[in-house]
């Protein structure tokens, strides 16, 4: 339908069939001025889509000298798709494929004016880090979490400026608008964090130099020798890292009618399920809201994060002895308990992906030795034996160390706790007639023998909470294929599990051999200056890892046809991506919450495609 | 030809067939004794090897109680296998099969009595750390490199016991016998460099408490609560990383003449070529003495942990601009030259395989801010800026971080420095009409475009160096094959490279997703507590880590045919691993020093397997 448009042409009056060479037009103004709209209406049913058109008017003749698909918001765009079905300019397969799937999350978080649009106002960006959290925020800066509590309670909008966060900043975290951090990368803790609570955070923005004692934050290369100060306005723009001075406008989230239409064309036609990632009773009902059919990916260790049962995993990590240990991981199992019936009851029967817990240990403990004390105090033990304690949780390489189900084997009553966790709360819902679909979900599986001993522990598990089996209840044991020795196991795997959920991030860093933490030293180089990769493979599923998952497929739908799988991670909400999965033959994707509605018109556009 | 042999049998004067079930003998003791001795020859003869008998002589008559392949030193079963050919009870072939060639290390290198035999004599070990550098050492405890410096010079045997070493402390390691440290891994930096230098070293020794101040050590769980000082006398057991108190006997390597017949056997039937890894010209020299083919491994990144040129790297990694930079490169390239042309002439014509640096670049850096000061005034910068460069250069998992390639493409000069050092190195050689056969191994190759990226540096270096083509020495390229990617894309590495090298211990670590650095927190639990595993796979080749590279090698012949493959690390020293190498076709195996007449021997037996 597209075809190459000759430049500058002169019009008839009357609407020109595109692609003739030349005409003449002989009229008045008002009369070119309506030959030039006739065109451009012609135009666009030619393009099948809104034209931006340029044109000049010389000796009363009409000379056209472009015309280009008109830029617009995501908003005007499935504005404008929906409105060109109605008039019966585009059928709705076509209105799916005329939307960029990547701008729906601009509808539905706060956002700034676009980086030219700022230029021309001449605003600059202070300097830049890691885009870590989508949105935007505009607030006082303080450079403390109680700070940022005391201030937001008195009315004050602020941003927590942190060299880098950890677990005592949650409270900070929460009550401020936006955070940013000096050091850490895309999976740092305040990375993560402000994620889960849907915050705007700009992480590892090299150039700040915070002055935690004289409360200022100076900004290298800025050109300016003169720092903020506690209070100063500060503006973040989580989406693409910038950070400005000064208060922007901020353009508060929307949603559109059309929206929806778009969204339930999108859904007749799309063949994978979308799935959301969701850690908390409040975010799986976020995911309900955004449309997810189920919850693909609740990462259980981020429950552990708020204070009190911060310190309790504190507590139970470093006791020395079962016995200790496991009245703490009580206390967690009574708080997990109590997360997984509230998220059991919001997704209302849907299915629900609980993870074991993955993440590195250490992770979880403290930076400096002092909260060590109150840890040391609450398990009756000395000061050292704790320290030592927490110095053999220490790791060279975390992101490849004591993890996922390698902590759950040979931390005692780790993944029990979980377990139980689990299956009491889905024996709460349907002792009360609610529905539960629960999948168990195994992180960081390299060898069959993990999940053999893990269903082991399951089944006893089982045994403890239901005195006989039940069928009230689905109970689904699931692998996260997230290294390549996973997927070559695929076959044996298969015989164990029911689904496989890829993990897109820790498969792309295993195959590659690349620490996605670290990758900021030299992958933008490669991509930007040395021109020797094309596109992060963090974000666009690599074409190797995607080869690695078919072979995947292949040998476990060898064993079980009917193996359920799925992708995880920031890829599954990046549509470049979604494609791959569409081809794979992928049952779902699971994308994180503001990415859903994108991912589920991408996962639409990879079928018509 | 092994059978079941009945227990107790009574025995005729004159020899019995085994299997017979019973027999008699009346006669004095002297015929008794012969009919034993003569007993013992046919068994001997019917199982094809020494026999350990226990019997007993019971009114006249000799019970037999039990027979067993008798155990021996490796020195002993050398000796018997050679001697048993000799006497034309063994073909070659099934005395080279008789040898475990695991034990050959054994003669190679001083070692302790076995610790059965110790415990005979009441010692047992005061701790065990990891067996990080093989070999066993007595020597008075120094807490500081340059005591151990200074007591060397006087005559002391010393044994160095640090926290962990950094590069500040090498000169230390080099004038102790030994090293044993309390923290770190098989790869931290005092087992690397002790391997190289061909110590003993006994590193993670969690149970040893070290007081710098007080001069003293304490050990854990050793029931002592006495601290050892500087001076006392310890003992080492690089093999088994056991650490005794006192001065215990450490017997000396050996080689008997027997060992060279052997040898000469296994090289005769082998067909996989035997290199070894080789980082000094020092070791180089060994390397041939060890009857090593060819190096298969020159590590360039050790060549910088001496003191001059650790500095000058120092600066070049913290050099703000490519001139001040380009400098301390110089400097660099001079020191590698040299040694190029060192260990170039000991191989006589040999391949000599020179890995471009290697290594996460944080870790060339200093602990603390003390030598940033030198290095500041060395590149006329201020100290705050130099720490800001050092800072950049931290990493959350360096192992899978800013290493290999990456570095070298990504660090103005780096790998230029170090190809126009090779090539210099190359022309001294030749010019003096010496033989040098150089293969260039690119390290962490994960896409193409690095391989090609490289060659074109290459091509440029060679350029420099030589004003028109040559064809006076041979200079190939290899990619070393360690992260899954690189193995799912060999086929298009293939087309820019000549040789292949799988990285056994980086293949392991991205294929399983464990760092080798903190698999020590789980992998014994997961072998000798869950049962989970049944071997190391850092120590014996993963069957799916084999697979992969099988995959590999299927994907390179396809486009080349004739590229040559290895394996390079730890696991080519493994006779395991080797019997794989030997099944995918490899062409050659890569040991570290004082494992390769074991690798001879264990590529011989796979072949005759």
Same sequence: chains 1, 2.
Avoid at 359 to 369: G, K, M, N, S, Y
Avoid at 438 to 458: D, G, R
Avoid at 484 to 507: K, M, V, W
Wanted: charged share 25%; with cysteine; glycine share 8%.
């Amino acid at each position: 339908m597209r075809g190459s448009l000759p430049t500058p042409v002169a019009l008839t009056a009357g609407a020109a069939a595109p692609g003739k060479e030349e005409a003449t037009l002989e009229a008045s103004l008002p009369e070119a001025f309506e030959a030039i709209s006739d065109y451009c209406a012609t135009l666009e049913s030619h393009f099948g889509d809104m034209q931006d058109i340029e044109f000049t008017i010389e000796d009363g003749h009409p000379y056209l000298l472009q015309a280009r698909t008109a830029k617009r918001t995501a908003h005007a765009a499935v504005r404008v798709a929906v409105d060109m079905v109605s008039e019966g300019v585009l059928t709705k397969e076509e209105a799916l494929l005329r939307v960029d799937a990547r701008s729906l999350e601009q509808l539905l978080q706060a956002r700034l004016p676009a980086q030219a649009e700022l230029s021309a106002r001449g605003i600059e960006p202070l300097t830049v880090g890691l885009p870590a959290s989508p949105g935007a925020a505009s607030g006082r800066i303080v450079f403390d979490a109680d700070d940022a509590v005391r201030w937001a309670a008195e009315g004050q909008e602020v941003i927590l400026v942190r060299p880098e966060t950890s677990a005592e900043d949650i409270h900070g975290m929460k009550a401020a608008k936006g955070v940013v951090t000096a050091t850490g990368g895309m999976t740092s803790h305040a990375a993560v964090v402000a994620r889960g609570l849907g915050k705007c955070c700009v992480v590892g923005s090299g150039g700040l130099r915070i002055d935690l004692q004289k409360r200022t934050v100076h900004v290298d290369g800025s050109g300016s020798s003169e720092a903020l100060r506690e209070g100063d306005l500060l503006t973040l723009d989580g989406s693409t890292g910038h950070v400005y001075t000064g208060a922007l406008d901020v353009i508060a989230s929307t949603t559109v009618d059309e929206l929806h239409k778009l969204m339930s064309w999108a859904d007749q036609i799309r063949r994978m399920r979308g799935y959301a990632e969701a850690d908390t009773p409040q975010a799986a009902r976020a995911a309900l809201s955004y449309g997810a059919e189920g919850v693909g990916l609740c990462r259980t260790e981020r429950m552990f994060f708020a204070q009190d049962r911060l310190f309790a995993m504190r507590c139970a990590l470093l006791a020395v002895d079962d016995e200790r240990r496991s009245r703490w991981l009580m206390e967690l199992e009574r708080a997990q308990r109590d997360d997984f019936v509230e998220i059991f009851q919001a997704m209302e029967g849907r299915p629900v992906t609980i993870r074991l817990l993955d993440r590195a240990l250490e992770e979880f403990l403290p930076q400096d030795e002092e909260p060590l004390q109150a840890i040391a105090k609450a398990l009756d033990l000395e000061l050292e034996e704790v320290s030592k304690a927490a110095e053999r949780h220490r790791e060279s390489n975390p992101a490849f160390g004591h993890r996922g189900v390698r902590a759950g084997l040979t931390v005692p009553g780790l993944y029990d706790m979980q377990l139980r966790a689990m299956l009491f709360a889905a024996r709460d819902c349907t002792d009360r007639g609610a529905p539960v679909e629960l999948e168990v979900l195994i992180p960081m599986v390299a060898f069959t023998s993990e999940v053999e001993a893990l269903c082991a522990v399951l089944n006893g598990v089982r045994r403890q909470v239901f005195a006989e089996p039940t069928s009230l209840f689905t109970c689904r044991v699931g692998a996260m294929i997230e290294l390549p020795r996973a997927c070559l196991i695929a076959g044996e795997l298969a015989q164990y599990t029911h689904f496989f959920s890829f993990g897109g991030n820790d498969l792309t860093q295993t195959t590659l051999g690349i620490s996605r933490d670290d990758a900021s030293r030299f992958l933008p180089t490669y991509m930007n200056n040395l021109g020797l990769l094309a596109r992060d493979p963090f974000t666009h599923l690599d074409e190797r890892v995607a080869e690695l998952m078919g072979m995947t497929l292949e040998r476990a739908k060898a064993v079980r046809p009917d193996l359920i799988a799925g992708l995880c991670g920031d890829q599954g909400g990046s549509p470049a991506s979604i494609a791959i999965c569409e081809r794979l033959g992928l049952d779902f994707v699971c994308a994180p919450l503001p990415q859903l509605p994108g991912a589920r018109l991408a996962a639409a556009q990879a079928r018509l495609r």
